[in-house]
């Protein structure tokens, strides 16, 4: 069964520390994988997408990477400020050449930014 | 439109009443999807329509739930006989696909809906 571990559940960090949330995943055939940013009340906002080729991708202060052949990826945040709090969500995608695809998501990551 | 958009943003019903829950995804995403999303849980897939397809129907959790797809395009969730445990957010998106690989899947704002 295709499925999509994240840790740790939630997060608290003081403002301008670092953080890293990690997401393990045994979905198969692997296309890519995406992180995705929920805050509170709105709907889930792509911050990086990495298909089986790349190792990490960065988006401002966030940097993604991905191991393939552990099936493991995560999801550095640096000098976190404020805003970053929110749902972190880890997102992967089968693809079966023909352009249908099913995407499974992992339950989140909560991170909580204090003052 | 610019991005999905789901209607309402907001619903209250009564137990056991039926609600209905739209979404129009972005012009020519081919692949639509439901999820809900209970308080602090992570997003639960229901149901994924692709193109012409046969919908993804595996995440539905009862018979009381069901959805369709009209034209390709605006899809509606019906949730008959309400109950309690069916408050949450239900959130949709759509991608683009047909094809092309690695498309973002982007999400409305959600419906929330509470069950009383």
């Known amino acids: 069964k295709n499925q999509v571990e994240q840790s740790p559940q939630s997060l608290i960090i003081l403002e301008g520390k670092n953080c890293t949330l990690q997401?393990?995943?045994?979905?198969?055939?692997?296309?890519?994988l995406r992180w995705y940013k929920q805050d509170t009340g709105r709907g889930p906002v792509s911050l990086t997408i990495m298909t089986f080729s790349e190792n990490t991708k960065s988006n401002g202060r966030y940097t993604a990477t991905l191991d393939a052949d552990t099936k493991q990826s995560s999801l550095h945040i640096t000098a976190s400020q404020l805003s970053d709090s929110a749902s972190y969500i880890c997102v992967v995608s089968v693809d079966w050449g023909g352009g249908a695809d099913g995407l499974t998501f992992g339950k989140g990551t909560h991170l909580i930014i204090q003052p | 439109g610019a991005g999905v958009s789901q209607s309402p943003s907001n619903k209250v019903t009564e137990k056991g009443k039926d609600v209905e829950l739209r979404c129009d995804p972005i012009?020519?995403?081919?692949?639509l999807y439901w999820y809900r999303q209970s308080l602090g849980q992570g997003l639960e897939f229901l149901i994924y329509?692709?193109?012409?397809?046969?919908?993804?129907k595996s995440g539905l959790p009862s018979d009381r739930f069901s959805a369709e797809r009209t034209g390709g395009s605006v899809s509606t969730l019906t949730i008959q006989r309400t109950q309690q445990e069916d408050s949450a957010v239900y959130l949709c998106?759509?991608?683009?696909?047909?094809?092309?690989?690695?498309?973002?899947?982007?999400f409305g704002q959600g419906t929330r809906l509470t069950v009383v």
């Open positions: 012009s020519g995403h081919t692949a």
């Open positions: 997401c393990n995943y045994t979905v198969s055939p692997f296309s890519n």
């Open positions: 998106a759509s991608r683009l696909t047909g094809g092309q690989l690695n498309t973002e899947a982007f």
């Open positions: 329509f692709q193109g012409n397809s046969a919908p993804d």
